[in-house]
């Protein structure tokens, strides 16, 4: 969730969307 949340609010970066991706959500 918190990953989502993130991912949302840095959309507008898109760079850095892409590095949450490669983050391993899992953990």
Do not use: C, I, K, R
Not at 16 to 21: A, F, S, Y
Request: aromatic share 4%; net charge negative; no cysteine.
């Amino acid at each position: 969730v918190f990953g989502a949340m993130m991912e949302v609010e840095l959309v507008n970066d898109g760079p850095v969307t892409l590095t949450l991706e490669e983050l391993p959500a899992g953990s």
